[in-house]
T-cell receptor, first 113, second 113 residues
């Protein structure tokens, strides 16, 4: 099946620093979704990307749909303590599996005040 | 009120017991999903349903069954629980159509002793 590789698996940063994380796929994706999960809660959609090369922002978050359609990137600028959580990429892929979302294993972000 | 409500939020039970986890939604979405989350493994799809008469197996359906009682209700059952089914379970919904993001409940933490 399709696989998504997220990196890094975890990161510790100082408050105020910028954060970058990425997600790569073994196959082409038609859509990239980025979710954040706070402790004790379900994942919440941050950004949805639908076109290769697309760059979309949501406040301090910016995500890009890679031109090859096999990767995506999420950047967080000027991190704050409430950015702590697990960030997941996901996508429905293409072909027969296109109605099922595949999730990466997540990037766990810790922000040091 | 939450758009996607899962009950119970926490459950501890013994091996061999039958367990039912319930999910209801007020989003009016046709599609509903059940996921399992284990540390370091991300989210894995158990079952999904595109409407009341449609049930499909996901990546890890063995040992689970589902029932779509109405458009707004989708329940997950463990007929005879075993310890390796201890996990965090999430219900999600999405509108019909291609590449629609999924919206998650806050999860049920299930522990099987």
């Amino acid at each position: 099946g399709q696989q998504l590789n997220q990196s890094p698996q975890s990161m510790f940063i100082q408050e105020g620093e910028d954060v970058s994380m990425n997600c790569t796929s073994s196959s082409i994706f038609n859509t990239w979704l980025w979710y954040k999960q706070d402790p004790g809660e379900g994942p919440v959609l941050l950004i949805a990307l639908y076109k290769a090369g697309e760059l979309t922002s949501n406040g301090r978050l910016t995500a890009q749909f890679g031109i090859t359609r096999k990767d995506s990137f999420l950047n967080i600028s000027a991190s704050i303590p409430s950015d702590v959580g697990i960030y997941f990429c996901a996508g429905p892929g293409s072909g027969a599996g296109s109605y099922q979302l595949t999730f990466g294993k997540g990037t766990k972000l810790s922000v040091i005040p | 009120d939450a758009d996607v409500t899962q009950t119970p939020r926490n459950r501890i039970t013994k091996t061999g017991k039958r367990i039912m986890l319930e999910c209801s939604q007020t989003k009016g979405h046709d599609r509903m999903y059940w996921y399992r989350q284990d540390p370091g493994l991300g989210l894995r799809l158990i079952y999904y349903s595109f409407d009341v008469k449609d049930i499909n197996k996901g990546e890890i359906s063995d040992g689970y069954s589902v029932s779509r009682q109405a458009q707004a209700k989708f329940s997950l059952s463990l007929e005879s629980a075993i310890p390796n089914q201890t996990a965090l379970y999430f219900c999600a919904t999405s509108p019909g159509g291609f590449n629609q993001p999924q919206h998650f409940g806050d999860g049920t933490r299930l522990s099987i002793l």
